[in-house]
């Protein structure tokens, strides 16, 4: 989920963005239709005046239906149509209310003010595309159609609304359509992370994403170029200190004392021993994935091991099953296990190892004297407790570069005399 966070992101602000828009939307139409309904519902007040008027004065029908056709208005006589309308029409609004009418009489008293109370309610009705108004008395009841009025209309609402939503839902769609470069500029990186130095980061865009990808190629090109440069030095050096100690080796055998002779191959030996550890640290280093990590036995690459260390298998104790297997470099995770022999046979007090597993671990455990400082001191190049043994201090360095080439790191305890070093 967290490599694709910023897809989840915009997708989430379309979704909460058109969420909003259509709740506006909604909300505005129901206001706005309660709006224009309350609006023509005002028309009541002028059709209850004229009824009225009809009622009161006793007013002929025809007298009726003439004033109501001033106001585009009539009066719906068919039953069948106004139980029709009054059964399946949808009531948009009612209202009751009293009507007061006030009259001047003369009688023997004198003239007085009569009072006339009338109960009325007012139904508006939508019925067939047709508004209609139904007035209500105590007595009688009339249904009358308004040719004026037509019932609300949303479609100019509706083509705003979609065109909003075409909108918003575009812009997004053109977002989404810049990242896809961001994506393809993604995977070739991871490309060139996993080794593939020949990708090609170059694109014509020049937008933000077109401008950081020709930086990472200006980058990846420069990289490239100090990564040969390199090579070719160390391959240059390698080449140029192993033929003088070749040389200085067949020379080494034409002196007449022995002594010299052996002083001066003890020199050499050193010095190729150096060359071929800083060859190691150099491809240890530089490793850049795990093409060459193959799956092998454990205890075939610890045999390995200690063929290449060339101590008496007698002093090295393998407690490991045939069956456990690892990812691994088998090269570097022998020399890794070499080294560690190498390092009990010097410092340990019966020069004898045990390797056994110990919780899923690797572990090295030999009888001596616990460390005097830190494992952190000992895995930096060229550090060591006692420079009197033959040790350039590379040992652990190496050891623990290796390991952290692997995705382990090297650990040490100290249990009843017992030193133990941890692959983990």
Known sequence: MKRHAVLITILFALTVSLASVSAIFWEF????????????????????????????KNHSEIMLDANLAVYKMQITKNEEEQNCVITNGKILKREGFESLNSSFLIDGGGIYRKDIVTKLRATMIEHKQGIYFYIQTQ?????????????YNYLSMFYTYITIFLIISTS????????RPLIRLRRKIALYGDGNMDISFKTKSYDEIGLVSNEIESTRQYVNNLLESRTLFLRNLMHEL???????????????????????SSIFTRLENLVTEFALIEE???????????????VDIIDGAVDISMVDRSNVNIDISCDTKIMANYRLYSTAIKNMIDNAMKYSDDSKI????????????????????PLSYYIEPFT??????????????????????????LAH????????????
């Not at 100290?414 to 983990?424: C, Q, T």
């Open 29 to 56: 139409y129901k206001l706005n239709k309660q709006q224009y309904i309350d609006h023509i519902f005002t028309k009541y007040s002028v059709i209850t005046q004229i009824y009225r008027n009809h009622q009161q």
């Open 284 to 298: 240890v280093t530089s490793i850049d994935d795990k093409r060459d990590f193959k799956e092998y036995r454990l």
């Open 172 to 179: 997004f769609v053109l977002v989404l359509q810049k990242l």
């Open 413 to 424: 305890e100290y249990e009843n005399g017992v030193n133990r070093f941890i692959f983990a």
């Open 242 to 264: 192993k033929t003088p100690i070749a040389k200085g080796t067949i020379a080494t055998q034409m002196l007449d004392s022995q002594k010299q002779r052996d002083r001066f």
């Open 139 to 151: 007595s009688a009841g009339i249904l009358i159609k308004d040719g004026s009025l037509k019932v």
């Open 354 to 373: 045990k390797i056994l597993l110990l919780n899923d671990e690797l572990s090295f455990e030999s009888k001596g004297q616990c460390l005097s400082n």
């Open 384 to 409: 060591k407790d006692n420079p009197s043994k033959n040790s350039f201090g590379l040992g652990l360095y190496l050891v623990d570069s290796i390991l952290k080439a692997h995705g382990e790191v």
